[in-house]
């Protein structure tokens, strides 16, 4: 039999799997406003939490360690006999928690500026930096554990025993639900009559069999043990960073090729089998150090079984001065072929040398790679709370418009962007301290069990990661709705300052009806058609790069070396332009009470009659936070350039907006009539893929109004 | 020395089929000649005119307040906007804050073009792109056209001129120095047909391309495809022929008609005399693309 043929049949069976499963999702657990993460329903009757509080959650080291523990213990198996791997995430753990934080700890101190400013003050929240599964490669289960014995050896106390004591449990029961799935295997293997899938059946024994206490020696076993870690991690609290994949692989995929254990053809299986498995953040490529790439052929296998999966996926590829060009022109020709929004790019440029600028070596910034939705990490080194810390900077522009108009003199916008400015200080000094509490007692709340695993520092230290474990602690505050702010102060200035065509009053008036006044409408079109930000040199434009600048500063202002504590700024929104959006009334740059927030550091949609993907690109470019972590481009680009005649033209694109300055593109290419269709009948498109922010979800997964949300950004660009 | 300015009707961004590369192509207004099918009728005119963006308007009724011509009228709560009886003064345009009331043609000066397009020039120098002069004709306006490439050229820009050579060789051979690339309309061979479909002669343009092609410039030959005006064995093989017998031109290609010009004639408040007429499909285009390869 043609192998590559058999081979081709069992993705597409894996590929209607997974389809039937993302609808059995929907029909039991509902529409969902995030990425698939490949996980599937969780069976009737299935496990329940423990808990282990009044408030019925559960909490601190032992709380966790029991309930992941018992759900380990109790965990479904998954075997497919069409994939090379077992295993599936079913359980969002940390999810079925009433309360996510231990009332013991309250941070009432800071809930009034919190609800002042709007802010998403991540405390409590998990994950959100990237573990190195090259440590877990290399010491297998049995290696972790022994780091565990000899790390508990030197470091003895009672938290500390309680600490290793966990940890060990943790592996313990993670081994045994491995071996559940081998002794699953035993009996199918018994029962399958097909020659090919019982060979098939056998080396998942065999794999499995070889990693349940040893580190991993081929390709087909390294990424079982990849696979068993972060289904484990997405179990226990939803972790999805991934890590530089093809260096990762390669050793054992070079070593399998040479030994002659497996053809390229079998390894494209087990990649694609791999990624099926879970939409997990992988990097592609990067600068080596020495002038060089370091992608390999294994690079392109990826791309290769990403080609043949095509479904929600995200790889991001690496750009930088000596990239490999024609890895990059084979990603380009996926993305134009697929429309499905994948890969991603990551400009390396900006974000090393904005790294650097935080005091860090070139060495250190080139290993800090893309893991995450909008988000950077050094793998095993550093705790970060990425992408779980917003600013509402447009509520907090509109608590100092308000106190303008009650209480300023003169009326200004020197007055306002001295309210504004102050404000924001505020605003950011409450998130930092928000961060520190969390810091502070996340130990006590929810310790970070799985990942302290992969981190270089916890077991060695008996610390958890959050809890001074860690060798750096890079702490992310984005800053969300730049556009609304800097088109309201160009607003202002333009129509009121400049043109006289209303008064300060005249403006609150409209605001205070939300437009729907006399003349509402009217004025509303022409504070709309200001000097947007993203025209290039207009107001709005100006606008953005002082409050970029500004907030910037105010976020890097709270670190303290003293206590190993760097702050670094992003401008992201993440999903939440719809709900950040909803707590801010109507803005002066006509936009309406309720409406959604700016996507991440965009303009706000129209904003450029034509040309919009060169605006967009110069644009974001400039208001970069420059401190290695994002203001992504989420780049909805028309299909009509989208086709491979423009990739050169495409490529270009990319690599100015990095050589800008830029650092992360996500790009979605979606045919109008397309997606309006899907919208109004959701069914009918089960495979279509859209990148909402940093993370790709089906969009038949999304609420009506995520959807709706889309469809606006879609037809707006 | 007096500067020059000129009437632009549009800057276009991330223009791709223009020339080479990422380019803005600069809409120059006012044209020489009334091609049937012209898609850009905005810039027919030299002088700036209003259009009206039906789409845009939320029917304030701020334009018909200080309209002095009653080219603007109330009816039913809408905005009816008559352009025979329109002044283009522009007063409603100034009290049209949706915009959709909309002055077209602006004036610039070469400094101010250059820094409208200056914020795409990372774009340009990554793709070997630059900047297209198109129209209307731009060479009507070859005083502020020639001040403008020579401005752009001692800025590096990559310069191309869209023309339809309907102009004395006098005027096309002053550019010659300054262009990198010429993108010239070869619309019919048939002297009749020409002057049917556009209203003016053809002996010049041909002249003129001939004269071009001696002169070993970088040029290339383009010929709308409009059905049933050209779209006609003879004349594309006459067509076909003319350009055989030129020594340097660099490419030739049919262009396919479309009809998304005509929005613009209604806001323009102007007949389109081919709204009558379909768009080919893609395999009727092909067939008339490989019969002037033959």
Same mark, same amino acid.
């Given at each position: 039999m043609d192998m590559k043929e058999y081979y081709l049949q069992k993705i597409e069976n894996l590929k209607r799997a997974k389809a039937f499963q993302t609808k059995e999702k929907i029909r039991k657990e509902g529409l969902l406003d995030e990425d698939d993460y490949g996980r599937i329903a969780v069976p009737d009757e299935g496990w329940e939490i423990i808990p282990n509080h009044e408030d019925g959650s559960f909490y601190g080291i032992k709380g966790w360690t029991d309930n992941f523990c018992d759900l380990m213990d109790n965990h479904p198996t998954y075997i497919d006999e069409n994939d090379a791997f077992a295993g599936r995430w079913i359980y969002f753990m940390s999810k079925m928690r009433p309360?996510?934080?231990?009332?013991?700890?309250?941070?009432?101190?800071?809930?009034?500026?919190?609800?002042?400013?709007?802010? *998403?003050?991540?405390?409590?929240?998990?994950?959100? %930096?990237?573990?190195?599964?090259?440590?877990?490669?290399?010491?297998?289960?049995?290696?972790?554990?022994?780091?565990?014995?000899?790390?508990?050896?030197?470091?003895?106390?009672?938290?500390?025993? =309680? %600490?290793?004591?966990?940890?060990?449990?943790?592996?313990?029961? *993670?081994?045994?639900?491995?071996?559940?799935?081998?002794?699953?295997?035993?009996?199918? *293997?018994?029962?399958?009559?097909?020659? $090919?899938?019982?060979?098939?059946?056998?080396?998942? @024994?065999?794999?499995?069999?070889?990693?349940?206490?040893?580190?991993?020696?081929?390709? @087909?076993?390294?990424?079982q043990w990849i696979i068993w870690f972060h289904l484990a991690s997405r179990t226990y609290n939803r972790d999805g960073a991934g890590g530089q994949i093809d260096t990762l692989l390669q050793p054992y995929f070079e070593n399998d090729i040479k030994n002659g254990i497996i053809d390229k053809e079998e390894a494209i299986y087990y990649l694609s089998c791999f990624l099926i498995n879970d939409p997990i953040y992988w990097q592609l490529g990067g600068p080596d150090g020495n002038g060089g790439d370091v992608s390999s052929e294994i690079s392109f296998l990826i791309l290769e079984a990403a080609d043949k999966i095509n479904t929600s996926l995200?790889?991001?590829?690496? =750009?930088?001065?000596?990239?490999?060009?024609?890895?990059?022109?084979?990603?380009?020709?996926?993305?134009?072929?697929?429309?499905?929004?994948?890969?991603?790019?990551?400009?390396?440029?900006? $974000?090393?040398?904005? %790294?650097?600028?935080?005091?860090?070596?070139?060495?250190?910034?080139?290993?800090?790679?893309?893991?995450?939705?909008?988000?950077?990490?050094?793998?095993?080194?550093?705790?970060?709370?990425?992408?779980?810390?917003?600013?509402?900077?447009?509520? !907090?522009? &509109? !608590?100092?418009?308000? &106190? =303008?108009?009650?209480?300023?003199?003169?009326?200004s916008t020197a007055e306002l962007w001295g309210k504004f400015t102050a404000h924001l200080a505020k605003a950011v000094t409450t998130a930092a301290d928000g961060i520190?509490?969390?810091?502070?007692?996340?130990?006590?709340?929810?310790? &970070?069990?799985?990942?302290?695993?992969?981190?270089?520092?916890?077991?060695?230290?008996g610390r958890d990661v959050s809890d001074g474990g860690a060798m750096y602690y890079n702490l992310s505050i984005d800053g969300a709705g730049i556009a609304i702010v800097a088109d309201s102060f160009a607003a202002i200035e333009q129509r009121i300052e400049e043109e006289k065509r209303l008064s300060w009053e005249d403006l609150q008036s409209h605001l205070n009806s939300n437009f729907e006044d006399e003349n509402g409408e009217r004025i509303r079109t022409l504070l709309q058609n200001s000097e947007r930000y993203g025209q290039g040199d207009a107001k709005g434009d100006k606008w953005a790069s002082l409050i970029a600048e500004h907030f910037s500063a105010l976020v890097k202002n709270e670190s303290d070396a003293e206590q190993n504590q760097c702050f670094i700024p992003g401008l992201f929104s993440w999903a939440n332009t719809v709900g950040l959006g909803k707590k801010v009334k109507a803005t002066?740059?006509?936009?309406?009470?309720?409406?959604?927030?700016?996507?991440?550091?965009?303009?706000?949609?129209?904003? !450029? =009659?034509?040309?919009?993907?060169?605006?967009?690109?110069?644009?974001?470019?400039?208001?970069?936070?420059?401190?290695?972590?994002?203001?992504?481009?989420?780049? &909805? $680009?028309?299909?009509s350039l989208a086709k491979q005649e423009h990739a050169e033209i495409i490529?270009? *694109?990319?690599?100015?907006?990095f050589e800008l300055g830029g650092t992360l593109i996500n790009v979605n290419i979606m045919d109008k009539e397309q997606v309006l269709t899907a919208h109004e009948n959701p069914d009918l498109y089960p495979d279509l893929v859209v990148r909402i922010t940093g993370f790709t979800a089906y969009f038949a997964m999304l609420s009506k109004e995520f959807r709706q949300l889309v469809v606006d950004r879609i037809l707006e660009n | 020395m007096v500067l020059e300015k000129g009437m632009i009707t549009n800057l276009q961004r991330l223009s791709l089929h223009d020339g080479h590369g990422i380019r803005t192509v600069i809409f120059l207004k006012g044209c020489n000649m009334r091609c049937l099918w012209c898609h850009n009728p905005e810039t027919f005119s030299q002088k700036a005119q209003i259009e009206r963006i039906e789409q845009k308007c939320i029917s304030c009724g701020a334009c018909v307040e200080v309209c002095g011509s009653e080219a603007l009228s109330m009816h039913n709560g809408k905005v009816h906007y008559n352009v025979n009886l329109c002044k283009h003064n522009g007063d409603c345009t100034k009290v049209c804050y949706s915009g959709a009331m909309h002055q077209v043609g602006e004036i610039y000066s070469s400094e101010a073009l250059y820094k409208a397009i200056e914020k795409d020039i990372p774009f340009f120098n990554s793709t070997g792109g630059g900047v297209t002069f198109s129209g209307g004709e731009p060479l009507l306006q070859h005083q502020f056209l020639l001040e403008t490439i020579q401005y752009f050229k001692s800025k590096d820009l990559n310069v191309v001129v869209e023309s339809n050579f309907n102009v004395s060789w006098n005027i096309i051979s002053k550019f010659l120095p300054y262009v990198d690339h010429w993108l010239v309309d070869l619309k019919f061979i048939n002297a009749e047909k020409h002057k049917k479909w556009t209203f003016t002669d053809n002996q010049k343009v041909l002249s003129n391309i001939k004269q071009l092609d001696n002169e070993k410039v970088s040029y290339e030959l383009r010929t709308p495809l409009i059905p049933t005006a050209n779209n006609i064995k003879e004349e594309l093989l006459a067509i076909n022929d003319f350009v055989h017998q030129l020594s340097n031109c660099k490419q030739f290609k049919l262009n396919p008609y479309h009809k998304l010009g005509e929005q613009k004639y209604k806001n323009l408040g102007l007949e389109y005399n081919l709204a009558h007429i379909n768009e080919m499909s893609h395999s009727e285009f092909q067939y008339w693309s490989n019969l002037i390869k033959k």
């Open positions: 309360n996510k934080w231990n009332p013991s700890y309250p941070f009432t101190h800071l809930i009034a500026n919190q609800e002042k400013y709007d802010i *998403i003050h991540g405390i409590g929240d998990d994950a959100h %930096f990237a573990p190195d599964f090259e440590l877990g490669l290399q010491l297998g289960w049995g290696g972790l554990l022994k780091k565990i014995e000899t790390s508990a050896a030197i470091n003895q106390g009672e938290e500390q025993e =309680v %600490f290793y004591q966990a940890h060990k449990r943790a592996i313990v029961s *993670i081994q045994g639900w491995i071996k559940r799935h081998i002794d699953e295997l035993a009996l199918m *293997i018994q029962k399958v009559e097909d020659p $090919l899938s019982r060979e098939n059946l056998l080396k998942m @024994r065999e794999t499995n069999r070889a990693i349940l206490h040893h580190p991993p020696k081929t390709l @087909r076993q390294a990424c995200n790889i991001t590829v690496r =750009v930088h001065d000596h990239m490999n060009q024609e890895l990059f022109d084979r990603s380009l020709e996926y993305l134009i072929k697929h429309k499905n929004a994948w890969p991603r790019f990551s400009g390396d440029k900006g $974000l090393i040398s904005g %790294f650097m600028k935080n005091g860090y070596s070139e060495e250190l910034a080139r290993k800090r790679i893309a893991v995450g939705c909008n988000w950077m990490s050094l793998p095993g080194l550093e705790y970060t709370m990425n992408d779980l810390v917003k600013v509402n900077m447009a509520k !907090v522009f &509109e !608590v100092a418009f308000e &106190e =303008v108009m009650t209480s300023s003199e003169i009326k520190k509490h969390h810091l502070k007692y996340q130990k006590y709340n929810e310790p &970070e069990l799985i990942l302290n695993l992969l981190s270089y520092g916890p077991l060695e230290k002066p740059n006509g936009r309406k009470g309720g409406e959604p927030i700016n996507h991440g550091a965009n303009p706000t949609p129209g904003f !450029v =009659v034509d040309g919009g993907s060169l605006a967009l690109a110069s644009a974001i470019a400039k208001v970069q936070p420059g401190y290695g972590n994002t203001a992504p481009m989420q780049w &909805e $680009l028309d299909p490529g270009a *694109i990319i690599k100015t907006h | -």
